[in-house]
Every structure is written in C-alpha cells, then in structure tokens.
C-alpha cells in the first residue's frame, strides 16, 4: 500500500493471466515495457472454455509474432476441428438434424476470409492457448507470476501501490499503471466503484467437459457447436477434438441448491441424453457454472487503471466475440502505454482508450445479445424474421470505427475506410499483405500505396491519417501524440 517501501517496482502491472491479461503482458513486453503479470490461480486453465479466434484476432497475434499464430494452429484442438465450421440443431448427436443455422450475417469458418484478411479463422482451446501467450510474453522478457494474489492495492498521481500475496507472505510493488483483466467479478472494478449498464443476466449454465468415445455417432459431420432438445435434455454440445473430448452446457436454475452438489450420476444421465447413447460412460473431467449476460462498464479508466476483457465488458458467447474483443481491447491500449512510457507520447493519449474501445464494446455487446436473441428460431426451426439490428459478422470484426461522435453507430457498413479505421488489407505483388507492413511498436508511413495517396497507421493497425501527399503526416502525428 501506499507508504510502504516497494520491494519491486515495473512500469505496468497486469492483474489476471487469462487470455486478456496474458496478451496485455505479450502486447507490452514485445514493445520493450518492464512488465509484471500476476494471477492468483497456480497455472492456466484447464478448461477448454472460450476457443474461436476470429481473424482480426490472428492478424493481431501474427502481427505482434509469427510464431505465436504456428503454435497454435499446431495445437491439438486446432489440428482436430480445423474443418469444423456451422451451428445445428438436433435431438441427439445419435438422433436427427432439426435445422443448421444459415442467416445473411453468419459468414462460416470455412468461408473464403481472403478477401478481408491475410488470417483466418483458428479454433484453439483456451487450455492449450494460455500457455503459448504465457511462454511467449516471457519470451519477450514479461515477468509472469501465477500463484500471486493482489491483495490490496492503492494510487496516487505518480503510482499504483500494491500488495501481493505468495503463499501467504507479502511483497510490496509498485508501478506506473495497471491493466485489470481480473474477470466478470473484477475486485478492481469493484474496488473503484465502477458500475456496469446492459441487459445483465440472460441465463445460467453448467459446463461438463468430459471424455467419450463419440467418433460413431459424429460420424463425418464437424460443427462447431449443436443444440440438442429433447424430453431429457437441453444444451449446447460442442466437440473438442471430434473424438473423445468435449464440452455439454446445460441451462440451469441460479436459486437451485443443489446444482454445485450433483452427483457424477446427474451429469452422466445428462450427457447420455445429449449424445444419445443410453449405455455411454464417459469421464467427468471438469465442471463449471457460468453465467451468460450482456454488460459494459460505465467506465475503462480511473486514473492509473485501466479496465480491459471481461472486467470492462461481459457478453454471451453467440458469436464469438467475447475474449476476440478483450484483446483487441489490450492491443488498443498496450502500444499507447508503451509511447508514454517511452516519452513519445504525452499522457492524454491514454484518454483515447476508453473514448475508442468503450463504444466498441457496447455495440458488440448488442450485436452478441442479438445474436443470442436470434437462436431459439434454429431450435424451433421456424424460418421467421432474424432479431433486427444484426450487423453482419466481418463488420463487427473489421468495421468498426474509432473517433465517432457519442451515440454514433461504431460499425461502418459502407466499407470506405479512412481515418480511423482498420487499415484495410489488400494483397501486394510479393504475397504479403498491407497489414504486414504495419510496424506493431512504431507508427507507419505508407506512400504511394495501393489503397490511395498517403497513409499514417497506428501500431494497432488503424489509420490515424491520410492526404494525396505525404505532407501533412508530421503534423497529423504530433497531434495524436499530444507533442
């Protein structure tokens, strides 16, 4: 806390080693920034969880370093559903097909993304992600400390003062800021009083990840996730490897008791119902309650502390936007904390976080919940009007727009471009992409380019400024820095 002599000292602290918080300390560290990431759990998830990594999202991870985008798709989850693409609706994996969801705004996994981007899709479970953003903001020399616990945390003008908790001793740290990506509860958040607005709730579920032996009731089908209604069961079956492992949520009752004390006997006859094998034995590896909502923080600053992934922005999972959102959110901040860090940006720069991503995730939060709203018509295979609203997929992934007045709509369906937008990818003579010119840790000039005149990009890859000439481009750049 604060007046206690720090026994270490880092320019920013990371609190949470999820997904988000661990691509902060990536983020930051590839930038050359003394960073410390603390999470309070032993190791990283052993749970599949969050998996699907849209485009923009391996755009940003390839960008920051290649080899993150190979270790990945060589992940066993990403080898095994490299062909998994659609959403269905059955009575049992065994059972029949009532309906595949097939809406104007769904683009498939498998559908040609070569068009919008130089990435794809890659589907990589949380369990086997972690580790390879763990190893590689190490690699770029961040301090990642797992079994470490904020205990207590305080700041002024010039730092934040923390406490730590290792097996029950304490350490002192200081830092310049800190990135709370410490989750749905975050204490950070809650510390500060920083309130939330949305739909709040919309359901709550238990997650089974278990192992069986399903290949014969697969058979050759690979999608990405099945709705499967029955007289005993309701849920999402979802595949993990196409074979032995996989995930079942269930709806369940938040005022039932006894759902945290089920016996194996209750998720078994569950899983039975869901595969449609009554004899089935599968393994019970895991099970975790979680909840689906829509809300954003009112807020995703306060002072030295900055909200980021789903400690700024809850959404259900109906689109994938979730944890895609939350290190974009990272990737947004990290490269502005650097700039300051490094004295070439003056300090407002950091008001530009929240004034670009904070709009961002309200709008995506909406599309995610409209999305939700949308799926009971596949379960009923009733072919009535999609929930209106629905922005179509590749636009809440690449169309969004910063710097638009308040209460303006973020997403920018007409494809122009410009300030403010993602630099749009267009495919050079030597196969690159014009992505692959952007510089993650420094802004880039494109002269000459083939997408018009003269263009400044940010190191998030958004266009800050573009004119006919080069001109102009200095100026434009003093400004965004505040020098």
Same mark, same amino acid.
């Given at each position: 806390?604060?007046?206690?002599?720090?026994?270490?000292?880092?320019?920013?602290?990371?609190?949470?080693?999820?997904?988000?918080?661990?691509?902060?300390?990536?983020? #930051?560290?590839?930038?050359?920034?003394?960073?410390?990431?603390? =999470?309070? &759990?032993?190791?990283?998830?052993?749970?599949?969880?969050?998996?699907?990594?849209?485009?923009?999202?391996?755009?940003?991870?390839?960008?920051?370093?290649?080899?993150? *985008?190979?270790?990945?798709?060589?992940?066993?989850?990403?080898?095994?559903?490299?062909?998994?693409?659609?959403?269905?609706?059955?009575?049992?994996?065994?059972?029949?097909?009532?309906?595949?969801?097939?809406?104007?705004?769904?683009?498939?996994?498998?559908?040609?993304?070569?068009?919008?981007?130089?990435?794809?899709?890659?589907?990589?479970?949380?369990? *086997? #992600? =972690?580790?390879?953003?763990?190893?590689?903001?190490?690699?770029?020399?961040?301090?990642?400390?797992?079994?470490?616990?904020?205990?207590?945390?305080?700041?002024?003008?010039?730092?934040?003062?923390?406490?730590?908790?290792?097996?029950?001793?304490?350490?002192?740290?200081?830092?310049?800021?800190?990135?709370?990506?410490?989750?749905?509860?975050?204490?950070?958040?809650?510390?500060?009083?920083?309130?939330?607005?949305?739909?709040?709730?919309?359901?709550?579920?238990?997650?089974? !990840?278990?192992?069986?032996?399903?290949?014969?009731?697969?058979?050759?089908? %690979? /999608?990405?996730?099945?709705?499967?209604?029955?007289?005993?069961?309701?849920?999402?079956?979802?595949?993990?490897?196409?074979?032995?492992?996989?995930?079942?949520?269930?709806?369940?009752?938040?005022?039932?008791?006894?759902?945290? &004390?089920?016996? %194996? *006997?209750?998720?078994?006859?569950?899983? @039975?119902?869901?595969?449609?094998?009554?004899?089935?034995?599968?393994?019970?590896?895991?099970?975790?309650?979680?909840?689906?909502?829509?809300?954003?923080?009112?807020?995703?600053?306060?002072? %030295?502390? /900055?909200?980021?992934?789903?400690?700024?922005?809850?959404?259900?999972?109906?689109?994938?936007?979730?944890?895609?959102?939350?290190?974009?959110?990272? &990737?947004?901040?990290?490269?502005?904390?650097?700039?300051?860090?490094?004295?070439?940006?003056?300090?407002?720069?950091?008001?530009? !976080?929240?004034?670009?991503?904070?709009?961002?995730?309200? @709008?995506?939060?909406?599309?995610?919940?409209?999305?939700?709203?949308?799926?009971?018509?596949?379960?009923?295979?009733?072919?009535?009007?999609?929930?209106?609203?629905?922005?179509?997929?590749?636009?809440?992934?690449?169309?969004?727009? !910063?710097?638009?007045?308040?209460?303006?709509?973020?997403?920018?369906?007409?494809?122009?471009?410009?300030?403010?937008?993602?630099?749009?990818?267009?495919? #050079?003579?030597?196969?690159?992409?014009?992505?692959?010119?952007?510089?993650?840790?420094?802004?880039?000039?494109?002269?000459?380019?083939?997408?018009?005149?003269?263009?400044?990009?940010?190191?998030?890859?958004?266009? +800050?400024?573009?004119? *006919?000439? +080069?001109?102009?481009?200095?100026?434009?750049?003093?400004?965004? #820095?505040?020098?």
């Amino acid at each position: 806390m604060k007046g206690v002599a720090a026994v270490d000292k880092t320019d920013v602290l990371v609190v949470g080693g999820g997904l988000v918080g661990l691509s902060s300390a990536l983020f #930051l560290a590839r930038a050359g920034v003394d960073v410390t990431l603390v =999470e309070r &759990h032993a190791a990283t998830s052993v749970h599949p969880r969050a998996r699907g990594l849209n485009p923009r999202t391996v755009e940003i991870l390839r960008g920051c370093d290649p080899a993150i *985008e190979e270790a990945m798709r060589a992940t066993p989850s990403a080898r095994a559903l490299v062909d998994n693409d659609g959403v269905l609706a059955m009575t049992s994996l065994a059972g029949e097909q009532i309906a595949e969801l097939d809406q104007p705004y769904l683009l498939g996994l498998r559908a040609d993304w070569s068009v919008l981007s130089p990435a794809r899709w890659c589907l990589c479970d949380q369990d *086997e #992600l =972690e580790p390879i953003l763990r190893d590689a903001a190490r690699r770029h020399g961040a301090d990642v400390r797992f079994g470490t616990e904020l205990s207590s945390w305080d700041q002024d003008d010039d730092a934040v003062y923390a406490t730590l908790r290792v097996d029950g001793a304490e350490q002192a740290i200081q830092a310049r800021y800190v990135v709370a990506a410490d989750g749905v509860a975050s204490p950070i958040r809650t510390a500060l009083g920083i309130g939330t607005t949305g739909h709040g709730t919309l359901a709550h579920y238990l997650s089974m !990840y278990f192992r069986a032996d399903l290949r014969e009731p697969l058979g050759d089908r %690979r /999608f990405v996730l099945a709705y499967v209604v029955n007289d005993d069961v309701m849920g999402a079956l979802v595949p993990v490897d196409n074979a032995e492992r996989w995930l079942l949520h269930v709806p369940v009752d938040p005022e039932d008791e006894d759902v945290p &004390h089920w016996p %194996r *006997e209750r998720h078994v006859e569950l899983i @039975r119902a869901a595969a449609g094998v009554p004899d089935l034995d599968p393994e019970i590896v895991a099970v975790l309650p979680w909840e689906a909502s829509g809300t954003v923080t009112e807020r995703m600053r306060a002072g %030295r502390v /900055f909200l980021a992934g789903d400690a700024a922005h809850v959404m259900p999972p109906t689109g994938a936007f979730g944890s895609n959102t939350g290190i974009q959110d990272a &990737h947004n901040l990290c490269w502005k904390l650097a700039a300051v860090l490094r004295g070439d940006a003056g300090p407002a720069l950091l008001d530009t !976080y929240e004034a670009e991503r904070l709009p961002v995730a309200r @709008r995506t939060v909406e599309q995610a919940v409209r999305r939700s709203q949308d799926r009971p018509r596949l379960v009923r295979a009733v072919d009535s009007r999609i929930a209106a609203g629905i922005v179509p997929d590749p636009v809440v992934m690449f169309g969004y727009r !910063y710097g638009v007045e308040a209460d303006t709509e973020v997403f920018d369906t007409s494809g122009d471009g410009g300030p403010g937008t993602r630099l749009p990818h267009a495919w #050079l003579e030597d196969g690159r992409s014009t992505l692959d010119l952007v510089d993650p840790n420094d802004f880039t000039l494109l002269v000459d380019s083939p997408l018009g005149g003269a263009i400044l990009v940010r190191p998030d890859g958004f266009v +800050a400024w573009q004119g *006919e000439t +080069a001109d102009g481009a200095s100026a434009a750049l003093a400004s965004l #820095l505040g020098r």
